[in-house]
């Protein structure tokens, strides 16, 4: 009687172990979830192996089941390492070789034995002796045994130490299925622990009582915590590894969660999660401080940009708990985009720079001076303009060659920058000729700083390969005055007519043509 309770209560464990399976099937996952489906089918076909073993009356019978009872102990090991590797935080399942060995090593031991009458690899000397109310198979085991028990260990140790990793750092209902699975994987093996070690009172397979525990923390996670599911393992990976910093600040401003990438922007270690929560947002990242607001979580920041640490963030967020009123906690995310501003400025420079000497390009100072004008007339102000170019250039290129021209261009640029005021724009309108834009500037003042040029460009030396070169301008300007309506193509014809009356008249002079009278 006793033997037959303990049959049909295996056969009850192998049910239980199928309604694991027939809930993962009937939320769509069968196949999509096989380590777990795979764990819940070996789970069964082992209890109903061992409950024809118990029920069997010779060695034969016995020996006939192992087939059916290795079919899932086998592949149980390799399917919890499988299922594990979805919580593995710091990729020791990543590789290739576990793979193979966890095929490999349950196809070799299913081999072994199920072709056990031909060889004593597995079990040796296989009897039933009566050991109490039971009838209980005894027998040696062999060096296909232990090797399959040491590789069931090892990787029953690998998956345990990575669900108690993802346990101890995750949250949410991943930290649910991890702990879940790592209950369900421990009892069976500290079942079959037992077993081996024949510490249990009971002389049968311990690992088999243990069987129904792990059936109902399993069909637990399936229900309640949606184990089958991808979503909770995916969406957690997700945030953890996202490339950008992803925070979760309460009403207080302080820390309840950052992912790997925040805990790098904060200082603060990946692996030590609990070092940054609870700190105080402003005062661990200050420029972000503008951005912590929960009442205002719905609401536009003033500025979506901010600079930590010499780098660029585009910061978004989002109501966390309720509407942006209601709100108990605000979502950050920080998106790196130095290397688009570094990119958009170098754009802007290469639009609106002169690429050899670094001062504005022509349509760059067009469109500045063009603002100058609109400025002088709206305000009614003086606005003067000076345009010059290089006396005997072309001498320069065909004596000492087009780099020595290069470096006098670029010398004269840096001079005639260095010569104006700060609020003076200077470019380069093409070939030798440069123009100034001098805002609020006079006749006189155009004149002044028309005079200065000429003479700071008539004492510089640029020194070009065994030479040293020495250059004279011819300058030309002319002034807005207050009432005058005047445009900009206006001003630079009057100023460009003046250089070329300085260079007819011999070059290294300065001609101003004064505003006509208004009236």
């Known amino acids: 009687m006793a033997q037959l309770a303990l049959a049909v209560s295996l056969i009850a464990v192998g049910v239980g172990a199928l309604l694991v399976l027939a809930q993962v099937w009937h939320r769509g996952l069968l196949w999509r979830r096989p380590a777990l489906s795979g764990m819940a089918a070996a789970a069964a076909v082992y209890a109903f192996g061992h409950a024809l073993e118990i029920a069997g009356r010779d060695a034969e019978w016995v020996v006939g089941t192992y087939a059916i009872q290795y079919a899932g102990i086998a592949a149980a090991p390799s399917l919890l390492l499988w299922l594990a590797s979805r919580y593995d935080r710091r990729r020791w399942l990543a590789g290739r070789v576990w793979r193979v060995v966890a095929v490999a090593v349950p196809l070799a031991t299913w081999l072994v034995v199920a072709t056990e009458p031909w060889h004593d690899w597995f079990h040796v000397d296989v009897a039933l002796v009566a050991r109490g109310p039971f009838t209980v198979v005894s027998f040696e085991r062999g060096p296909a045994y232990w090797g399959f028990q040491a590789y069931a260990a090892a990787a029953v140790l690998l998956a345990n130490v990575v669900l108690l990793d993802a346990w101890r750092a995750g949250r949410g209902v991943a930290r649910a299925q991890a702990r879940l699975l790592f209950l369900a994987s421990v009892v069976p093996w500290l079942g079959n622990l037992v077993h081996l070690l024949e510490l249990s009172p009971v002389p049968v397979d311990t690992m088999a009582l243990a069987l129904p525990v792990t059936s109902f ?49 904060l200082g603060t270690r990946p692996d030590r999660r609990d070092d940054a929560l609870g700190l105080r947002l402003a005062e661990a990242l200050p420029e972000l401080a503008p951005f912590a607001s929960v009442q205002a979580a719905g609401e536009e920041p003033s500025s ?13 967020r989002e109501p966390v708990g309720g509407e942006p009123g209601a709100a108990v906690a605000v979502a950050l995310l920080l998106r790196d985009v130095t290397r688009y501003v570094e990119l958009e400025t170098r754009l802007r420079a290469l639009a609106t720079t ?53 470096a006098v261009l670029r010398a004269i640029a840096a001079l005639a920058a260095a010569e104006v005021r700060a609020t003076d724009v200077v470019g380069r309108l093409g070939g030798d000729e440069f123009a100034v834009c001098l805002p609020e500037a006079d006749g006189g003042e155009v004149a002044r700083v028309g005079e200065r040029l000429r003479a700071a460009i008539a004492a510089h030396e640029v020194g070009v390969v065994r030479a040293v070169v020495r250059v004279r301008a011819s300058v030309g300007g002319c002034t807005r005055a207050p009432g005058e309506s005047v445009s900009l193509v206006d001003m630079l014809a009057r100023a460009d007519a003046a250089a070329y009356r300085a260079k007819a008249g011999g070059g290294d002079t300065v001609v101003i043509e004064t505003a006509p009278d208004p009236t």
């Open 304 to 316: 979506d940009q901010i600079e930590v640490a010499g780098r660029s963030y585009h910061v978004r």
């Open 217 to 265: 923390l399993l069909y637990r996670g399936v229900v309640g915590h949606g184990l089958a599911e991808i979503g909770p393992i995916a969406r957690d990976q997700l945030v953890q590894h996202l490339g950008d910093a992803a925070l979760v600040v309460d009403r207080d401003g302080r820390i309840l969660d950052a992912n790997d990438a925040a805990h790098r922007l």
């Open 354 to 406: 002169d690429e050899l000497t670094g001062i504005a390009n022509r349509r760059h100072f067009l469109d500045l001076a063009e603002r100058e004008v609109a400025r002088a007339r709206r305000h009614d102000r003086h606005l003067g303009l000076i345009v010059f170019d290089l006396d005997g250039f072309k001498g320069v290129n065909d004596t000492h060659g087009h780099l020595a021209g290069d």
